[in-house]
């Protein structure tokens, strides 16, 4: 059990080591500057000792004046050495962020929509901001800044030992106590933190929740509801915050007292060897700097692991989500040119343990149109996805021309199909960004006839700067056809062979549906299209329909078999208003 725990970590940390590897130049920088800054530190008292020996020697004003120059260039060197250093590990912490943080994006933008159910919106943003920067000050700070001080300790017991082997003596068990010391206490509150974290993402997700939902609390009397969640939430925060707090408040306290003990102990020695060794004053106040100096490196190494305990708890928390394994694993293969045949064989699928298809087959050829009706929570929307390739099947087959799309590569495969739903996500961006999602390989001319074949070209003409034009967060100043038909334009570009539409027109007016009707009527000719429908009229503009009733499907037929008034399945599914 423990060697299956120690492969884990060595696992987890091979990955953030080729992050480290991409910058190996920058590093071994790094590693030449820190041992020359810790050099400066270590001969400043040096050259006071010497400074102070020689003016209680007489000597002259030019030897004096030399040391003083010593001292001063000692102390510019190390300022730049110091900015020097910042500014290399800030280069490369912004860069290690960035990479830490598109690998993570990509992996979580991998993911099934089972995966966002499990992870709220703020949730993710804490753990791809917050958990990544402290991943990356891990990787490009922590770790060399903790050897630094680590070689400025060791250096500081060999100056002493070579200033007086009594102080060496008398210094080297007690910075051996203090770092064993710190080393016990690393990781005790690690899981306390990490709770601490969780707590802190769970509030950022409520926050985000009742923000984005702000109308409906409103509309609904549910205000109180969400203020009471956050409230609740907030003391849960508080009161993890605070147990890991009392888990590394002992520390400080630890470093304060041994630290004050190594300053009595350095003015002791002193005293003692001026009074019978003889001991220069110059002497005596080195072993008194050198014992200042200790100080530092154990207070910052103290917090530095404080730090540390912070960082362990975020990469736990990263590696959850890398370790979130993909729903739909990505193919190699492609589709061949031309448009082939869809077919479901002996289709099998379920969420956990609720059963949503069940032995589905059925092949819808090339270039028709097929609308899909039935009852919410029949399993229309699941035949979408899984053809889309957002779930696969647990049993059965998913082919298009003959090819099962388990075996195709995802991008590959949507880059021949464009599924659009009645949720339709509007970036805060310009009307060419929300139509290209920042990809240039369509000029502005084919975007404009784009918007215009959907039927905005009046909305278009009325727009200050044309595709330049900024549309507000979430889609502010559009109207919900709008959407529809800006998605229904993003779709046109890509020129798919088949065409998924997930009820496109249920959050529509009846005037706006029958705008939205016409385009999408337009659009799918000559297509291979799906479209879920929940209104009769939609009917009109597809060649066959498919009926599902349970997760299965109870009849797939010619359109004209279906509007008949005396149908009674179509009398069952659309219980009003069917021509």
Same mark, same amino acid.
């Given at each position: 059990?423990?060697?299956?725990?120690?492969?884990?970590?060595?696992?987890?940390?091979?990955?953030?080591?080729?992050?480290? *590897?991409?910058?190996?130049?920058?590093?071994?920088?790094?590693?030449?500057?820190?041992?020359?800054?810790?050099?400066?530190?270590?001969?400043?008292?040096?050259?006071?000792?010497?400074?102070?020996?020689?003016?209680?020697?007489?000597?002259?004003?030019?030897?004096?004046?030399?040391?003083?120059?010593?001292?001063?260039?000692?102390?510019?060197?190390?300022?730049?050495?110091?900015?020097?250093?910042?500014?290399?590990?800030?280069?490369?912490?912004?860069?290690?962020?960035?990479?830490?943080?598109?690998?993570?994006?990509?992996?979580?933008?991998?993911?099934?929509?089972?995966?966002?159910?499990?992870?709220?919106?703020?949730?993710?943003?804490?753990?791809?901001?917050?958990?990544?920067?402290?991943?990356?000050?891990?990787?490009?700070?922590?770790?060399?800044?903790?050897?630094?001080?680590?070689?400025?300790?060791?250096?500081?017991?060999?100056?002493?030992?070579?200033?007086?082997?009594?102080?060496?003596?008398?210094?080297?068990?007690?910075?051996?106590?203090?770092?064993?010391?710190?080393?016990?206490?690393?990781?005790?509150?690690?899981?306390?933190?990490?709770?601490?974290?969780?707590?802190?993402?769970?509030?950022?997700?409520?926050?985000?929740?009742?923000?984005?939902?702000?109308?409906?609390?409103?509309?609904?009397?549910?205000?109180?509801?969400?203020?009471?969640?956050?409230?609740?939430?907030?003391?849960?925060?508080?009161?993890?915050?605070?147990?890991?707090?009392?888990?590394?408040?002992?520390?400080?306290?630890?470093?304060?007292?041994?630290?004050?003990?190594?300053? *009595?102990?350095?003015?002791?020695?002193?005293?003692?060897?001026?009074?019978?060794?003889?001991?220069?004053?110059?002497?005596?106040?080195?072993?008194?700097?050198?014992?200042?100096?200790?100080?530092?490196?154990?207070?910052?190494?103290?917090?530095?692991?404080?730090?540390?305990?912070?960082?362990?708890?975020?990469?736990?928390?990263?590696?959850?989500?890398?370790?979130?394994?993909?729903?739909?694993?990505?193919?190699?293969?492609?589709?061949?040119?031309?448009?082939?045949?869809?077919?479901?064989?002996?289709?099998?699928?379920?969420?956990?343990?609720?059963?949503?298809?069940?032995?589905?087959?059925?092949?819808?050829?090339?270039?028709?149109?097929?609308?899909?009706?039935?009852?919410?929570?029949?399993?229309?929307?699941?035949?979408?996805?899984?053809?889309?390739?957002?779930?696969?099947?647990?049993?059965?087959?998913?082919?298009?021309?003959?090819?099962?799309?388990?075996?195709?590569?995802?991008?590959?495969?949507?880059?021949?199909?464009?599924?659009?739903?009645?949720?339709?996500?509007?970036?805060?961006?310009?009307?060419?960004?929300?139509?290209?999602?920042?990809?240039?390989?369509?000029?502005?001319?084919?975007?404009?006839?784009?918007?215009?074949?959907?039927?905005?070209?009046?909305?278009?003409?009325?727009?200050?700067?044309?595709?330049?034009?900024?549309?507000?967060?979430?889609?502010?100043?559009?109207?919900?056809?709008?959407?529809?038909?800006?998605?229904?334009?993003?779709?046109?570009?890509?020129?798919?062979?088949?065409?998924?539409?997930?009820?496109?027109?249920?959050?529509?007016?009846?005037?706006?549906?029958?705008?939205?009707?016409?385009?999408?009527?337009?659009?799918?000719?000559?297509?291979?299209?799906?479209?879920?429908?929940?209104?009769?009229?939609?009917?009109?503009?597809?060649?066959?329909?498919?009926?599902?009733?349970?997760?299965?499907?109870?009849?797939?037929?010619?359109?004209?078999?279906?509007?008949?008034?005396?149908?009674?399945?179509?009398?069952?599914?659309?219980?009003?208003?069917?021509?």
């Amino acid at each position: 059990m423990a060697s299956q725990e120690q492969r884990a970590v060595e696992t987890n940390w091979a990955r953030y080591r080729g992050y480290v *590897c991409r910058h190996r130049r920058s590093f071994l920088l790094l590693a030449a500057l820190i041992p020359l800054d810790v050099g400066t530190q270590l001969v400043a008292p040096q050259v006071v000792r010497r400074f102070l020996d020689a003016a209680v020697a007489g000597r002259s004003q030019g030897e004096l004046a030399g040391y003083a120059a010593v001292f001063v260039v000692l102390a510019a060197v190390r300022q730049a050495l110091s900015a020097g250093t910042g500014w290399v590990s800030g280069r490369v912490a912004w860069r290690t962020t960035n990479e830490v943080r598109h690998d993570l994006l990509a992996h979580v933008l991998r993911q099934g929509p089972k995966f966002f159910l499990r992870h709220s919106p703020g949730e993710l943003v804490d753990r791809m901001d917050g958990d990544v920067t402290r991943l990356a000050k891990l990787l490009s700070e922590l770790v060399l800044d903790i050897a630094a001080q680590l070689l400025l300790i060791i250096g500081i017991v060999v100056a002493l030992f070579l200033l007086d082997w009594r102080y060496g003596v008398l210094f080297t068990p007690l910075a051996a106590v203090m770092l064993l010391l710190l080393r016990r206490l690393l990781g005790r509150a690690v899981p306390l933190i990490a709770d601490r974290q969780r707590a802190e993402a769970s509030l950022l997700g409520h926050l985000e929740e009742s923000l984005t939902g702000r109308e409906d609390l409103k509309a609904n009397g549910g205000t109180a509801h969400a203020l009471e969640g956050a409230w609740q939430r907030i003391l849960h925060h508080y009161r993890l915050a605070r147990r890991a707090a009392r888990a590394t408040v002992t520390w400080p306290a630890a470093v304060q007292v041994l630290t004050a003990v190594n300053l *009595c102990a350095a003015l002791a020695t002193g005293v003692w060897l001026s009074q019978h060794r003889g001991a220069s004053v110059g002497t005596v106040f080195a072993g008194l700097s050198y014992a200042i100096l200790l100080r530092m490196p154990l207070v910052s190494i103290t917090s530095r692991f404080q730090d540390m305990e912070d960082v362990l708890g975020s990469v736990r928390r990263i590696e959850e989500l890398f370790g979130e394994a993909h729903i739909v694993p990505d193919g190699d293969g492609t589709l061949p040119p031309g448009r082939g045949a869809v077919s479901f064989t002996g289709v099998t699928f379920a969420y956990d343990e609720r059963a949503v298809l069940s032995d589905v087959s059925f092949t819808i050829a090339p270039g028709r149109r097929v609308a899909l009706i039935g009852r919410s929570g029949s399993g229309k929307s699941t035949i979408l996805r899984m053809l889309f390739r957002q779930y696969d099947p647990q049993a059965g087959v998913v082919s298009i021309g003959g090819t099962d799309v388990r075996q195709l590569d995802v991008a590959a495969l949507r880059s021949r199909i464009t599924l659009v739903t009645q949720e339709v996500h509007v970036i805060a961006a310009t009307l060419r960004d929300n139509l290209t999602f920042f990809d240039d390989r369509w000029p502005d001319e084919q975007l404009r006839r784009a918007v215009e074949e959907v039927g905005l070209d009046t909305w278009y003409a009325a727009l200050p700067e044309g595709l330049d034009t900024r549309i507000g967060p979430g889609g502010a100043g559009l109207s919900a056809g709008e959407e529809q038909l800006l998605a229904l334009a993003r779709a046109l570009l890509t020129d798919p062979d088949i065409v998924l539409l997930d009820e496109p027109s249920a959050r529509l007016d009846p005037h706006a549906e029958r705008r939205l009707r016409r385009t999408i009527e337009k659009f799918i000719e000559g297509r291979t299209a799906l479209i879920i429908a929940h209104r009769p009229e939609t009917l009109t503009i597809v060649d066959d329909v498919m009926v599902v009733e349970d997760g299965r499907v109870a009849r797939l037929a010619p359109r004209a078999d279906f509007t008949g008034s005396d149908d009674e399945t179509a009398d069952r599914l659309f219980p009003v208003g069917r021509s």
